[in-house]
């Protein structure tokens, strides 16, 4: 067990203070694991691995693969570094900060550098003590949180279009944890087309037989952050038509409709369905595995204790290490 909270939290062997909690038999229960666990999670070592879950969670080694048309999109081209050192900072600082579930969707600040903030139209940041980077304030009326954040928004495009479907896709199974229908074996080619939007020539797709059973999850659920360009950038139009974000989130807990990502950041910020899919996640992060039928009462009992924390993510990543999923293994048979 010591071994294992030394490895997840730092990367390293356990120190000697884990050691001699483990030959006093401290690590036997739950509660010596979580105390252990607090005292890791506060090493600055421990960065790395939360980084580690950020970056998977939102999907951020498409980034390198997903650039816009540096042609296009020169700015973007240039501030490559800034809007990921923006995200893990954002995400340190939410950790080692409040710790609020809601204020990873919510927050109408962020960090990075006096370029990032001119690319979101804000002012410079100020130094902060929050962040090695200046915290900036930005416009709550165009950015909240998590999701409207460059780098996550660019991710999950695709080279020349802002591609709905793809971050319908990205919210639904990494945010609620919802899936989807397998796709049918049918080629539905979008086709360019001035006299269409972005989104009316997606929403083609829907017509096509056999397509509807998962684009009417889809479209409407990634047509949220259609206020965002392939590179982050806020829009009203695309190209002579405006932009239309209106959409909902079928087969979840967040009643529609819903219009743009300010709306839809706030209500995943207090949607069961979202807070019980953070703890799987972070529950499969930990385990290195899937979650299974078997794991149903330890999941159950790190929501629980979630909830009772106020929804604070680290009491959620402690109490995953209490749980009987990460100290036990089973018997042999």
């Not at 797709?205 to 206020?227: A, D, I, Q, S, Y």
């Not at 079928?250 to 369905?273: C, F, N």
Request: glycine share 6%; net charge negative.
């Amino acid at each position: 067990v010591a071994t294992r909270l030394a490895y997840f939290f730092t990367s390293a062997s356990p120190d000697e203070e884990l050691l001699a909690a483990a030959d006093r038999g401290d690590l036997d229960t739950a509660e010596g694991v979580r105390a252990e666990a607090r005292r890791l999670l506060d090493d600055p070592r421990s960065d790395a691995m939360i980084l580690a879950f950020y970056h998977g969670w939102l999907g951020l080694d498409s980034l390198q693969q997903r650039t816009p048309d540096p042609a296009e999109h020169p700015e973007f081209a240039a501030l490559q570094s800034d809007i990921l050192e923006e995200t893990h900072a954002f995400v340190l600082a939410t950790m080692r900060g409040s710790g609020s579930f809601e204020e990873l969707f919510t927050a109408t600040h962020t960090y990075g550098s006096d370029e990032l903030a001119a690319y979101y139209g804000s002012e410079p940041g100020v130094v902060s003590g929050e962040s090695p980077l200046p915290r900036i304030a930005l416009n709550p009326a165009q950015r909240s949180g998590i999701l409207t954040q460059a780098a996550v928004i660019s991710a999950h495009t695709v080279e020349d279009s802002t591609a709905g479907v793809h971050r319908g896709k990205f919210i639904r199974e990494n945010m609620l944890c919802l899936t989807l229908p397998p796709p049918p074996p049918v080629d539905a080619l979008i086709t360019p087309d001035e006299t269409l939007s972005t989104r009316q020539r997606f929403e083609k797709k829907t017509e096509v037989e056999g397509c509807t059973n998962c684009h009417e999850l889809l479209n409407p659920t990634g047509f949220l952050l259609e206020h965002y360009d392939l590179s982050g950038t806020y829009r009203d139009m695309d190209g002579p038509f405006a932009v239309d974000a209106t959409g909902a989130l079928p087969g979840s807990d967040i009643a529609g409709p819903l219009d743009g990502a300010i709306e839809l950041s706030a209500a995943l910020s207090t949607s069961d369905d979202a807070r019980r899919c953070m703890v799987r996640q972070w529950f499969r992060f930990a385990m290195a595995r899937t979650d299974s039928v078997e794991d149903a009462s330890s999941v159950e009992q790190v929501f629980k204790v979630f909830g009772e924390s106020g929804y604070d993510l680290r009491e959620l990543l402690l109490e995953v290490t209490a749980s009987p999923a990460f100290r036990l293994r089973r018997a042999p048979e």
